[in-house]
């Protein structure tokens, strides 16, 4: 591990297309090929943790609480101000 300005780097392996889309979207940005990197990384949690909460949201079911606390956690997650966020009930006769 390499040690530049008080930041440690290491060295990641991609393929050679990888590297040059990375070059390529860096250079058209002005941003480091780091930081191109970390925003992609931080895109994919946001992804990952708003399946983790529709999923959540199949799984609530009826319960309207469940339902409104998952709602407004992914209105949080898109950047809504929730607003828009309208919670429907119906109601099934067994």
């Known amino acids: 591990m390499a040690t530049t300005h008080g930041t440690s780097t290491t060295t990641v392996r991609v393929s050679l297309g990888t590297r040059e889309t990375l070059n390529q979207v860096a250079a058209a940005t002005g ?15 946001r992804e990952q943790k708003r399946k983790e909460w529709e999923a959540e949201a199949r799984l609530a079911g009826n319960d309207l609480e469940d339902r409104a606390e ?4 992914l209105a949080e997650l898109r950047g809504d ?3 828009d966020v309208v919670t429907h009930t119906t109601t099934v006769g067994l």
């Open 81 to 83: 101000d929730g607003d």
């Open 31 to 45: 941003r480091s090929v780091d930081v191109i990197i970390a925003a992609g990384l931080r895109a994919l949690r």
């Open 70 to 73: 998952v709602a407004a956690a």
